[in-house]
């Protein structure tokens, strides 16, 4: 009987890369894409305080906004999504995730620069973690039927928010 005769160093290296593989493809499974269905989560809303879920928004387009106080682009971005929190609030729902800071400052914060945003605290980063977020700031734009229509890695200008959010509401 022939046996095939293996290079244990050849092996070994086609295992390492079936692994790597294996992980790799483990990682982009969980990577969020244009066209799939926004992850659903619950969060405690500010006024009226009562538990709700991003599903509870469905039938109008929702723009879902991760930032913090810290982030430089965050806080130079935070004035035009507070305008349009405000302009768009009856063709959009603006929720502002905020990433693990504390109520009393995060109130603070907002007071003091005079911005009117629905805040969802994300203070243990479980709702970052669901949507995969490695950056701040980050917008998804999802639809009324509750699925991603854009994802913006970074902060938006007047114009590129304005063509983002009119695809929305078409």
Sequence with gaps: MNFIKFDTRVSKRIILCAVILMAAAAVFANEL?????????????????KQQKLSDYRGKPVALHFWAAWCGPCVRELPLIS???????????????????????VSSFLSKRKLRLN??????????AL?????????????ADGIIRSIRVGSYTK???????SAMIK
Excluded at 131 to 143: G, H, S, V
């Design 131 to 143: 949507y995969n977020i490695d950056a701040i700031p980050q917008t998804f734009m999802i639809d």
């Design 159 to 165: 114009t590129e928010l304005d063509r983002d959010v």
């Design 33 to 49: 894409v244009v066209g799939q269905a926004a992850p659903d989560f619950t969060f405690m809303s500010a006024v009226p305080a």
């Design 83 to 105: 305008a349009l929190s405000s302009s768009k609030s009856d063709d959009i729902t603006v929720l502002a995730v905020n990433c693990g800071e504390t109520d009393r400052y």
């Design 119 to 128: 805040i969802v605290m994300d203070r243990d980063s479980s709702i970052s």
